[in-house]
Each structure stands twice: as C-alpha cells, then as structure tokens.
C-alpha cells in the first residue's frame, strides 16, 4: 500500500481540484502577494492532506483495510466536514464544498489503496464497507507494496524509500497540474474576495 507521503499529496491535489468545481470560490482565493501557505488553500488544504493519509490510523487499533478504508468512512469524513463548516459560521464557508473537499481528499486513499500492491492478505480494503465486507483490489499494482511491520529495519527503509520516490513520480505532476490550472481558474475570483481579505495598502 503507498506512503504517507503519496496519500498527503493525493489529498492536497483533491482538495486543489475541488477549487475547480464552479461556485462559490472566491473565499478560497489570495492576492498574489500573500505567503504560499494563504495561496494554497490555508489550513483546509492542510487538513485534506492529512485526510488523505488518515485512514492508516487504523494500524494502530489492528484494523487495518477495513472500515476506515470504505465508502462509508468517506460519507462519515463529509457529515463531519459539513458539520465543521456549518459551525466555523464566520468564515463564510459553503457547507456542501468543504465536505465535498473533506470527503474527496480522504476517498483519494481508497483510489490509491485500490491501484496499489498488497503483500499482506487479505488483499485490498473493504471498500464498500458497511454494505458488503467483500476485499476489493485492481491487481495493477500501480504503486509499490510498503513495509509497516518492521519499518526502522534497513530493508524496510529501502523498501518505503524506493515506494515513496515511485509515488512522488507519479502523483506529483498530476498535483502540479491541478495547481497550475487551479491558479488560473481562481485568478478571475480574487477581486470578488470580500474586503477583510485582501492586504491592507
């Protein structure tokens, strides 16, 4: 199964490509001379980067694939993101985006879990979880399989290395592209930002 760091990326790249969903979109938009991390989407970015890799929490209570790796744990991450944007009332966030930014970042693990190389049986993740506990997997092989058991070994490290390089290869242009094409979809929105927004002069 791939890397943290490839299911970060995946989730950063959802959420970016969420942004190119016609709408209400000027509220995630920044002046060109606000910091990156303003540019890219401020912490809800960061939050569906870490939704993407969040599901492999489940290691730590020996559940590993199951129901964190399922369509109904993506329905959970979207109520629970609809919920937080609905109380997070003054910073104006429409409700049905931030879920559907919280739920696509997070359902990017089971697409990458999916299209990855399983070492460990049963193979693949419950996806369809809680409507069938049927394993489900491509066979593609399309990422690298990952050592988890004895990750601090030398082997281990080479392993995750040589997967997380794979994944860096293959995910990253396709989080480039979104961004670069996300910076001149919102480009035409940023005078819309409401005034408190922009820098002061």
């Not at 969420?18 to 890219?40: F, H, K, M």
């Not at 242009?173 to 996300?182: D, G, K, M, T, Y």
């Amino acid at each position: 199964m791939p890397t943290s760091i490839g299911h970060a990326l995946a989730g950063a790249a959802a959420a970016w490509g969420a942004d190119l969903v016609p709408g209400n979109r000027a509220w995630r938009t920044a002046p060109a001379t606000a910091s990156w991390y303003r540019r890219a989407g401020n912490g809800l970015t960061v939050a569906c980067a870490a939704l993407g890799a969040l599901p492999d929490a489940d290691l730590l209570f020996h559940a590993h694939r199951t129901y964190t790796h399922s369509v109904g744990a993506v329905i959970v991450v979207g109520i629970v993101g609809a919920a937080w944007a609905a109380m997070a009332a003054n910073t104006k966030r429409p409700i049905a985006r931030v879920a559907l930014m919280c739920a696509a970042a997070y359902g990017t693990h089971l697409l990458l879990d999916y299209f990855a190389t399983d070492m460990v049986p049963p193979f693949g993740i419950q996806a369809l979880w809680p409507f069938s506990h049927a394993w489900y997997i491509s066979g593609w092989h399309l990422f690298r399989g990952t050592e988890r058991r004895h990750f601090l070994s030398l082997a281990a490290i080479w392993i995750n290395t040589r997967a997380g390089l794979q994944e860096l290869l293959i995910l990253a242009p396709i989080a480039l592209a979104i961004w670069l094409i996300r910076v001149k979809a919102l480009a035409g929105l940023a005078p819309q930002m409401p005034r408190g927004d922009h820098p002061p002069q």
